[in-house]
């Protein structure tokens, strides 16, 4: 793909995912459903898969899924477990809250579409507290002192909030688990970062890569066993995976219309 092909105006969706793809091995491992701690012991992927989920994709999916299963094994899984060795847990947990208070447009912008105007004003409260009180965002003294909650949102569930159909599965290589509505809205919520619209092409894709690469690595340490018992004893990893990743997904929609936050 040749950015400088592309409209500046329409180019960061793009952009996004191609940073997305410099950090193949370290990025997919963001969703929870990805981070088994080793490759699947057990029958190969989809051979016992009985979710009910439609997967017109399996060929493809089965092996992204071994694709990114060896990255994450042979790269993610050993770089965090030497950051987690030097770093205490304290200051990766600050880290990860760092992380979390960046990436405030995309939940203000789609609590905002879902017309969610309370909760689109908490995200804005949030950060305003949390960028200043809260040291850049290392602390969450929005939660702490003023009980502001975070409402997690994103484009992909937009487009469920209004019955959009989420396609087929989807095992995004580099990425994880998705579907192809997911997908689009993944492309969506990367489009909302200001930084591609003033700045050229190049430096976004570094600074996009280089975000991403810590925010995989800190994120990976402080879970590095929490998926062991999962890839141990899961018959078909393959489809434990894509039935923890829809079930949620549906899960999230449901507590989104009924507001439970």
Known sequence: ????????????????????????????????????????????????????????????NEAMFKFNIKLHDWVLHPVASGYAAITPQPVRESVNRFFDNVEVIPRFANNLFQLKLIEAGGEVARFGINSTLGVAGFFDPADKWFGLKEHPNDFGMTLRYYTAPSGPYLMLPFFGPSTIGDTIGLAADGAMNPVSYVVPWWITIASDAGYQVADAVNYRSLHLDQ??????????????????????????????????W
């Open 227 to 260: 998926f062991e018992e999962a890839d141990r004893y899961a018959i078909d990893l393959y489809g434990a995976v894509q039935d923890a990743y829809m079930q949620k997904r549906d899960h999230d929609l449901k507590t989104l219309r009924e507001e439970k």
């Open 1 to 60: 793909m040749k950015f400088d092909l592309i409209p500046a105006n329409r180019a960061s969706a793009a952009k996004s995912i191609f940073a997305g793809a410099l950090v193949a091995m370290l990025a997919f491992a963001a969703a929870p459903a990805f981070c088994a701690d080793g490759a699947p012991k057990a029958d190969p992927p989809g051979d016992n898969n009985q979710t009910g989920y439609p997967d017109p994709l399996v060929g493809f």
